[in-house]
Structures are given as C-alpha cells and as structure tokens.
C-alpha cells in the first residue's frame, strides 16, 4: 500500500489516539493491579512495587512476611523454568523447515544446524539468560511477563524483561497480542539527551533552560504495533512493517518514529483464559496458602517467644486491667486469693504447644510449595535420561 502520508498535521492527533488507548488499557487492569500488589508481598519483594510508589532504597517490603517458603518457591520456579526449558549450558533448541518438500533435504538440514549455532553463539553473549530468569518468574507469579528484543552494537542483542507495571498489551480476535504499550520515564535533561533540546515539549524546555526539578520524572510511552498504512517499496525506519512510536503523554506529541521488521516484544502467560488478557498463574492459586502460611508462622513465633520469655505475675491487692500475654510482660494479682498465698512471682499464660505450630507452619509451606511445582522441579534431580522441552 502507497499511502499519501503527511506526518507534522496529524502527529498530534496520532500521539492523542495512543495516550487515550494507553490510558484505557490502564484503566481496565486496576483490579489486576491490587491483585499483583499482594502477590509481590508475598512472592517477589525484590521487584518493584505494581502500585506504590517509593524511593530508591525502600522498594523491599517484607512487613507482611513472617517465613521465607513464598520467596524460595518462586526462585525454585524461575530457576526450574530457566534450567529445564533454556538451559545456558547446553543448545536447548532446533530448527527445522516447514516445507515437507525440504525438510527431509540434508543440504538444508546443515543450513538450519549453521543458523541454529549462531543464534545459540548470539544468545550467550547477550543478557539472554539473565532477563530470561525474571521474565519465568514474572509469569510464575503475575502469570503475564513481558520481554523486548533490540539490536545492541556490542553484543547484537539486547533483552529486557518489562516490568508488569510497565506495559499494557492489546489482542486480536483469536487472542494474539497484537500492540504494546511501554511505560518509560524521562527527566527533561534525560530526554533531551535522548531528542534534543528543540524536540521537547515547551514545558520541558522550560524546565531545562530554568533548571526547575533537575530530577522530576515525565511518563513517555513506546507505542509498538503492525504498520497498517506503509510504502511498501521503501525500508526506511518509517515504512518497516513493525512501528514504534516514542509519545510525549504528557505533551501529546510523537517524539521518534521508527520501526522493526518484526515484532520484537514477546509476551507470555502462564495460563489464558478466554476474553482476558492478562494470564494467570500458580502463585495465584498458592496465594490463600501463603496467607495463612504467615499468620501461622507469625503466631507460632508469639508461642515461642512465650516459652523461652514468659509473661510473669506479680502479688498486689487484685490484677490490674488489661491483662497483658505478651512475653516478659508483667501482671499484678491479689495474693491472697492465688493457691492461698503460697506464690509470690511466677510465669503464666505459657500454656500454647510450639510444636503444634510448627505442624501447621510444615503442613501450609509444602501446599504453597507444591502449587509453585517445587517438588516437580526438585523431582527431575533424580532423572538420570536427557528430557527434551515437551517432556519437561
């Protein structure tokens, strides 16, 4: 298709379009957004919050944890997905051609055994391995990860796994996702770096020649999607088949046009339901189990604390309200009126069984544990056979 495209008149009204698109998908995910909320609590506090805001240094917030199952059954997860299914050490794929007329060819056979030897060289140079580890775990927990793939000079790949704050995605009819919708942040010196003085908004320009907030974060977003209105007959960046479009949210406008000639984000959900788009996953399911995990723990600390520190009575003329259980803590009573006077100090209120705690903590960690496939993955230690990834 040969379009009569004039960018400088509708530019803005492209860059509104996306802002309103971006901002509708936002909208429709809040309640996934307090739901992913309590599951990094639970499950992955190394990342950063889905719907807090907090400054560098303060992201770790373990208030809510009182055992560590939740934490270790992730990273088992991650590190199962990632030793069994893309394992750094060894080719863990193939290529073979879908033609049933060449497929059987062993010309072409060698051909993808060369290919599939540089893709593999490719890969371990790049941080393939290293984004590839939390995107699995993203998925495992979220149940949605999300990972770009660009050109890098040095390494000829560049992986980043998307935090799932930062990206809202559309579907086609069966499903497939279609356009991404990128979170990024700029201060106003960070993206003139990026486009230059003169391409900035005039707000920001205004910031950058007063030098107001040097530090004050802007939301930008990188639109990617099929092209629909291109000049076939040219490769240039702006009729690739793939768009990526840099907006200004705030300022509604289009900072860089350019464009892929593939899609290069990737998008994974652990498990799909129908009209949804965002996936569902075993922490999910693990969830009710680790937050009883953790008031059991939490209660069985208190019944330790009591053993090893118990609260004691002390005589008086009658106990002074409240009565007070914790440990060390101190109550006074009317001695003549415990055993006949026969105690003057003693330790009480210790009468809870620790070890029915412990019990009900093992019983709640291996369920948290056996949702998040712990044991499967410790399981496959055993398998002496090499298992290919349909086995896994």
């Known amino acids: 298709m040969i379009p ?44 950063s919050d889905v719907n807090r805001s907090y400054f560098p240094g303060t992201e770790l917030n373990i208030d809510k944890l009182y055992d560590s199952t939740t934490l270790e059954a992730a990273d088992v997860l991650a590190s199962g997905f990632m030793n069994y299914l893309t394992p750094p050490t060894s080719r863990w794929f193939s290529l073979k051609a879908k033609n049933p007329l060449i497929k059987d060819s062993k010309a072409v056979g ?34 949605t990860s999300c990972m770009i793939e660009e050109e890098d000079i040095e390494d000829d790949a560049r ?17 497939r996702v279609v356009a991404y919708y990128i979170d990024f942040e700029y201060t106003a010196q960070q993206a003139a770096d990026r486009w230059g003085t003169e391409n900035l908004s005039d707000k920001l320009q205004e910031e950058m020649r007063q030098d107001i907030k040097p530090q004050k974060k802007h939301p930008f977003v990188l639109y990617i999607s099929k092209r629909h209105v291109r000049d076939v007959r040219k490769s240039d960046k702006e009729n690739l088949p793939i768009e990526a479009l840099w907006v200004d949210v705030n300022a509604k406008k289009v900072m860089e046009e350019s464009g892929y000639n593939e899609l290069p ?9 129908p009209y949804i788009p965002w996936g569902f996953s075993p922490a ?30 002390i005589p008086d003329n009658a106990f002074l309200m409240p009565l007070n259980m914790n440990p060390r803590a101190i109550n006074y009573y009317n001695k003549a009126r415990m055993d006949g006077g026969s105690k003057d100090i ?33 399981a496959f230690d055993r398998v002496t056979k090499q298992m290919n990834n349909p086995e896994i």
């Open 4 to 47: 009569n495209k004039s960018y400088g008149k509708n530019t803005m009204s492209r860059a509104e379009q996306i802002v309103g698109q971006h901002a509708a998908l936002k909208s429709d995910r809040v309640n996934f957004e307090s739901y992913w909320q309590t599951l990094h609590d639970f499950f992955y506090i190394e990342a």
């Open 110 to 143: 060698r051909f993808l055994d060369d290919v599939a030897e540089e893709v593999n060289y490719v890969l371990d140079r790049s941080n393939f391995y290293t984004q590839m580890y939390t995107n699995f775990k993203s998925s495992g927990i979220y149940g």
């Open 159 to 175: 992986f980043t796994s998307i935090p799932i704050k930062n990206v809202c995605f559309r579907e086609d009819s069966r499903g």
């Open 265 to 273: 984000c990737m998008c994974h959900r652990f498990e799909k339901r």
């Open 284 to 313: 999910m399911k693990a969830l009710p189990f680790a937050r009883v995990l953790n008031a059991a723990a939490k209660t069985n600390l208190r019944s330790m604390m009591k053993h090893t520190d118990p609260a004691v009575a």
């Open 346 to 378: 003693f330790s009480f209120g210790n009468n809870g069984d620790p070890n029915a705690g412990m019990m009900a903590v093992d019983y709640y960690a291996g369920k948290v544990k056996s949702l998040m496939y712990y044991d499967v993955f410790l």
